[in-house]
């Protein structure tokens, strides 16, 4: 880009930073004055956004000094969730916070010490390494929710997750459960561009979407049936001879028991319970299968479904496997760990966190593949083929809603204090009123964020936390890539901000964790990731400077040179060893959607519509950004989407105030009526809370009144027997009208 401006001249410096504010992780160029942003703009040279930037992107300074953030160390001086506090430094924060936590180790023992964690935000490894020092396998994200059941799984039957797709020569992609028109509008426009030289767009997904409009073919299936349709489509793939003889007689096993496994999943079986023909099923299947190589993209849905999330994930990695897109060029690419730079999972000091405890990590005995026992297996075996191992962080974890169960009921122990960090659980997690009453019981809570979250504002100490512009990044897909994107700090800290880093790493010097630290800074915690690449820089500064990324040449088919996969027996195992060795199904059984009309019609009776709770939509990341009012006048209330001709039923009209009520519980959010679902089907906005309300209990601006959330259910039944994933998507519900004096009351 030319421009005829000195900026050496004028004192501005050009920082190579990025907006965090989802995990595209935007490349973008702050221009820095006397440590002041004086602008931003997309960096015209970074891979993923090529200089674009959205709409949340663009308002980055208005997040960096809004006045609601959080700027200085709080602790409470009122009741829980009075909204009274006082300002303190950080130092007698971190020495009062340690001398609780030791407290607690030193009477109920370390596990009684949880962490919760949302999305990728910051540097999880960080956090890891502090709860392994310190002796608790009690940390959680909400990673069931979101690509770790599916990176678990697949690893457990490929050898690896193959979530690198490659584009380059793809004939067909299918968009499974996913809506890049909405959630990642990087990845749509070059979608859109490869659409126009002949890829084929396959989307499968219950709402006419921003991608679906520019698909080939729409499956619409009925939320949650996921599950039946990737069987169905097994079946064709292999009974209409469309699968890859040659990649599965020498690359797979088990195709003889999977064959005859799948060969009662007709599309006619489908048919009823996916709410699509047949003939759509066929039609898509072969339009996969036949225009090869193809793709198929990860979506998040699939990873939301309960109890049925781990087999429609396994028919999903089967289909792919059948028909040889894997590891070939324009397929889905098992790229494996960087053996290149230093790995989250090697910052984690997994070694350092005893057998004794890993046995006590809550969830373990029952949902075993994203817990020590799954990935220990997973691990070991990742070691042997590849050299190293997937992020400890995110693939295994404490189950979240038995944690704040155990919170609640101190069953299979007591659970005294909950540390959380780039999350508001309120919103996020399932079951928000079991939510709510955790985080109201729990003895001790300290929360880091921007903001004054419903979450934090049940804490005894809420921390201010520096952004995406206040600090440095790397990102490499929850750790598991084998590429990173580098980016430097535009401005030092505004206020007494700091970063989750030096949270986690002056919290552990305090308990006793000193030697285990020896990176002071975020940058010398980087420097040291990046020092085996061999660039030569002096600093992290100077290789954002000069490189900014790494990105390894690809290799594909490895297995080739390896001699096979990294599985038990080096080959795709179509029918699983690792997963029947855990003591599941080696093969995806059928299970119908967590409530069903047509296993539990009782419940039907009373809950007659389908519901499904979430997709990202344009401008919020989850529970953020409602603060903005320069985003928040683009969406301003909930809504929920349902068809003209349910809505007519039920004398609902555009724009009415309506109650969804599942056996949960109920909240309210306005009609969007369109056809772009079914009839019986409903589909909600997540996320929604009110911070223009009193932060106060027991409204706690509005953080159930809107939240989706309140619908999910996370009973152990309900949840996924493999990952624990509870269930968002595919649940029975009933709406009626909000009457107007309750809509007064309400707002
Ligand atoms: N019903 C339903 N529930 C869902 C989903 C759904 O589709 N339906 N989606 C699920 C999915 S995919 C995900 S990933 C989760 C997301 O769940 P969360 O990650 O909990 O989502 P957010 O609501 O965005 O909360 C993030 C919080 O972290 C703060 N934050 C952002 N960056 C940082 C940082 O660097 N450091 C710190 N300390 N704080 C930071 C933000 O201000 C915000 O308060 O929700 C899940 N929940
Ligand atoms: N704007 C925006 N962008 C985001 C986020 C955000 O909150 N807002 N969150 C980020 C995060 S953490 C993630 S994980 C990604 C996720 O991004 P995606 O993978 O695209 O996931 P979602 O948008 O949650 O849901 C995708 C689609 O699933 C559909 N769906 C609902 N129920 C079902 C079902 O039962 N089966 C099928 N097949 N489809 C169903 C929804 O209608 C929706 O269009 O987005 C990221 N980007
Ligand atoms: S919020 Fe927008 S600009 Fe920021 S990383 Fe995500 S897609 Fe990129
Ligand atoms: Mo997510």
Request: net charge negative; with cysteine; charged share 25%.
């Given at each position: 880009?030319?421009?005829n401006?000195?900026?050496?001249?004028?004192?501005?410096?050009?920082?190579k930073?990025?907006?965090?504010?989802?995990?595209?992780?935007?490349?973008?160029?702050?221009y820095?004055?006397?440590?002041?942003?004086?602008?931003?703009?997309?960096?015209?040279?970074?891979?993923?956004?090529?200089?674009?930037?959205?709409?949340?992107?663009?308002?980055?300074?208005?997040?960096?000094?809004?006045?609601?953030?959080?700027?200085?160390?709080?602790?409470?001086?009122?009741?829980?969730?009075?909204g009274?506090?006082?300002?303190i430094?950080?130092?007698?924060?971190?020495?009062?916070?340690?001398?609780?936590?030791g407290?607690?180790?030193?009477?109920?023992?370390a596990?009684?010490?949880?962490?919760?964690?949302?999305?990728?935000?910051?540097d999880?490894?960080?956090?890891?390494?502090?709860?392994?020092?310190?002796?608790?396998?009690?940390g959680?994200?909400?990673?069931?929710?979101?690509?770790?059941?599916?990176?678990?799984?697949?690893?457990?039957?490929?050898?690896?997750?193959?979530?690198?797709?490659?584009?380059?020569?793809?004939?067909?992609?299918?968009?499974?459960?996913?809506?890049?028109?909405?959630?990642?509008?990087?990845e749509?426009?070059?979608?859109?561009?490869?659409?126009?030289k002949?890829?084929?767009?396959?989307?499968?997904?219950?709402?006419f979407?921003?991608?679906?409009?520019?698909?080939?073919?729409?499956?619409?299936?009925?939320?949650?049936?996921?599950?039946?349709?990737?069987?169905?489509?097994?079946?064709?793939?292999?009974?209409?001879?469309?699968?890859?003889?040659?990649?599965?007689?020498?690359?797979?096993?088990?195709?003889?028991?999977?064959?005859?496994?799948?060969?009662q999943?007709?599309?006619?079986?489908?048919?009823?319970?996916?709410?699509?023909?047949?003939?759509?099923?066929?039609?898509?299947?072969?339009?996969?299968?036949?225009?090869?190589?193809?793709?198929?993209?990860?979506?998040?849905?699939?990873?939301?479904?309960?109890?049925?999330?781990?087999?429609?994930?396994?028919?999903?990695?089967?289909?792919?496997?059948?028909?040889?897109?894997l590891?070939?060029?324009?397929?889905?690419?098992?790229?494996?760990?960087?053996l290149?730079?230093?790995?989250?999972?090697?910052?984690?000091?997994?070694?350092?966190?005893?057998?004794?405890?890993?046995?006590?990590?809550?969830?373990?005995?029952k949902?075993?593949?994203?817990?020590?026992?799954?990935?220990?297996?997973?691990?070991?075996?990742?070691?042997?083929?590849?050299g190293?191992?997937?992020?400890?962080?995110?693939?295994?974890?404490?189950?979240?809603?038995?944690?704040?169960?155990?919170?609640?009921?101190?069953?299979?122990y007591?659970?005294?204090?909950?540390?959380?960090?780039?999350?508001?659980?309120?919103?996020?997690?399932?079951?928000?009123?079991?939510?709510?009453?955790?985080?109201r019981?729990?003895?001790?809570?300290?929360?880091?964020?921007?903001?004054?979250?419903?979450?934090?504002?049940?804490?005894?100490?809420?921390?201010?936390?520096?952004?995406?512009?206040?600090?440095?990044?790397?990102?490499?897909?929850?750790?598991?890539?084998?590429?990173?994107?580098?980016?430097?700090?535009?401005?030092?800290?505004?206020?007494?901000?700091?970063?989750?880093?030096?949270?986690?790493?002056d919290?552990?010097?305090?308990?006793?964790?000193?030697?285990?630290?020896?990176?002071?800074?975020?940058?010398d915690?980087?420097?040291?990731?990046?020092?085996?690449?061999?660039?030569?820089?002096?600093?992290?500064?100077?290789?954002?400077?000069?490189?900014?990324f790494?990105f390894?040449?690809?290799?594909?088919?490895?297995?080739?040179?390896k001699g096979?996969?990294?599985?038990?027996?080096?080959?795709?195992?179509?029918?699983?060893?690792?997963?029947?060795d855990?003591g599941?199904?080696?093969?995806?059984?059928?299970?119908?959607?967590?409530?069903?009309?047509?296993?539990?019609p009782?419940?039907?009776?009373?809950?007659?519509l389908?519901?499904s709770?979430?997709?990202?939509?344009?401008?919020?990341?989850?529970?953020?950004?409602?603060?903005i009012?320069?985003?928040?006048?683009?969406?301003?209330?909930?809504?929920?989407?349902?068809?003209?001709?349910?809505?007519?039923e039920?004398?609902?009209?555009?724009?009415?105030?309506?109650?969804?009520?599942?056996?949960?519980?109920?909240?309210?959010?306005?009609?969007?009526v369109?056809?772009?679902?079914?009839?019986?089907?409903?589909?909600?906005?997540?996320?929604?809370?009110?911070?223009?309300?009193?932060?106060?209990?027991?409204?706690?601006?509005?953080?159930?009144?809107?939240?989706?959330?309140?619908?999910?259910?996370?009973?152990?039944?309900?949840?996924?027997?493999l990952?624990?994933?509870?269930?968002?998507?595919?649940?029975?519900?009933?709406?009626?009208?909000?009457?107007?004096?309750?809509?007064?009351?309400?707002?």
């Amino acid at each position: 880009m030319k421009r005829n401006f000195d900026f050496e001249q004028e004192g501005i410096q050009v920082k190579k930073s990025c907006c965090y504010f989802c995990h595209q992780n935007c490349g973008v160029l702050a221009y820095v004055k006397d440590d002041k942003v004086l602008a931003i703009e997309g960096d015209p040279d970074f891979p993923t956004n090529t200089g674009g930037l959205c709409c949340r992107g663009n308002i980055a300074l208005l997040h960096l000094d809004h006045p609601d953030r959080v700027n200085y160390p709080l602790r409470r001086v009122g009741k829980r969730g009075e909204g009274k506090w006082e300002t303190i430094s950080w130092d007698q924060a971190l020495d009062e916070i340690a001398a609780k936590l030791g407290q607690i180790r030193e009477e109920y023992g370390a596990e009684a010490v949880a962490t919760a964690g949302g999305t990728q935000r910051t540097d999880d490894w960080a956090r890891r390494r502090f709860m392994n020092l310190f002796g608790s396998p009690n940390g959680f994200h909400n990673s069931h929710l979101c690509w770790i059941p599916t990176f678990m799984i697949e690893t457990a039957v490929c050898g690896w997750s193959p979530f690198e797709i490659d584009l380059s020569y793809s004939r067909c992609i299918v968009l499974w459960g996913q809506n890049p028109g909405a959630s990642n509008m990087p990845e749509m426009h070059h979608l859109s561009e490869l659409r126009q030289k002949g890829l084929k767009i396959i989307t499968i997904d219950p709402r006419f979407t921003e991608t679906a409009a520019k698909s080939d073919l729409w499956l619409p299936l009925r939320p949650g049936s996921d599950l039946a349709l990737a069987l169905a489509w097994l079946h064709v793939i292999i009974y209409e001879g469309l699968y890859d003889p040659v990649f599965v007689e020498n690359y797979c096993e088990g195709f003889g028991e999977l064959a005859n496994h799948v060969e009662q999943y007709t599309p006619e079986w489908a048919e009823p319970l996916t709410w699509l023909s047949a003939d759509l099923i066929r039609e898509s299947a072969r339009m996969y299968a036949m225009n090869k190589p193809g793709n198929i993209q990860w979506g998040v849905a699939m990873d939301q479904q309960g109890r049925a999330s781990g087999a429609a994930i396994h028919a999903r990695t089967l289909i792919r496997a059948i028909t040889g897109n894997l590891d070939a060029p324009g397929s889905d690419l098992l790229t494996g760990p960087s053996l290149e730079f230093i790995t989250d999972e090697e910052m984690e000091a997994n070694e350092y966190l005893s057998e004794e405890q890993k046995a006590k990590q809550i969830g373990a005995d029952k949902f075993k593949l994203l817990t020590w026992p799954g990935y220990s297996k997973i691990a070991e075996m990742s070691k042997k083929y590849w050299g190293k191992v997937p992020t400890a962080e995110w693939m295994c974890e404490a189950h979240p809603p038995s944690v704040f169960r155990a919170i609640l009921s101190g069953d299979p122990y007591p659970v005294k204090a909950l540390l959380v960090s780039a999350t508001n659980p309120v919103n996020s997690y399932g079951e928000s009123k079991l939510v709510l009453d955790a985080l109201r019981e729990v003895d001790f809570m300290v929360t880091c964020d921007y903001w004054m979250t419903p979450t934090a504002a049940l804490s005894d100490y809420v921390l201010p936390i520096a952004g995406a512009l206040e600090r440095p990044t790397i990102t490499s897909s929850y750790g598991c890539s084998d590429f990173l994107l580098a980016s430097q700090r535009a401005i030092k800290p505004m206020y007494e901000r700091r970063n989750d880093y030096n949270f986690w790493r002056d919290l552990g010097i305090r308990l006793g964790q000193k030697d285990m630290w020896p990176w002071e800074t975020v940058e010398d915690a980087y420097l040291h990731k990046i020092e085996p690449l061999g660039y030569g820089s002096d600093s992290y500064d100077e290789f954002v400077e000069y490189w900014r990324f790494h990105f390894p040449e690809r290799q594909y088919q490895k297995y080739l040179d390896k001699g096979g996969f990294g599985t038990p027996s080096g080959k795709i195992e179509l029918y699983s060893s690792v997963l029947k060795d855990l003591g599941y199904s080696p093969l995806p059984e059928y299970v119908g959607p967590v409530e069903n009309e047509i296993d539990h019609p009782e419940l039907a009776e009373e809950y007659p519509l389908v519901l499904s709770t979430g997709n990202g939509f344009m401008p919020f990341h989850h529970s953020e950004h409602f603060q903005i009012p320069d985003v928040r006048f683009l969406n301003s209330e909930p809504y929920f989407q349902i068809n003209p001709e349910t809505a007519e039923e039920y004398g609902i009209e555009e724009g009415d105030w309506v109650w969804i009520e599942t056996q949960r519980g109920r909240m309210k959010q306005k009609a969007d009526v369109t056809q772009a679902v079914a009839p019986r089907v409903i589909i909600t906005q997540r996320g929604w809370w009110f911070p223009e309300r009193k932060m106060k209990e027991p409204d706690l601006a509005g953080c159930l009144e809107s939240n989706t959330n309140v619908l999910t259910s996370t009973r152990d039944e309900d949840c996924c027997p493999l990952s624990g994933t509870w269930a968002n998507r595919g649940l029975l519900c009933k709406i009626y009208k909000v009457d107007s004096t309750e809509q007064k009351e309400g707002n």
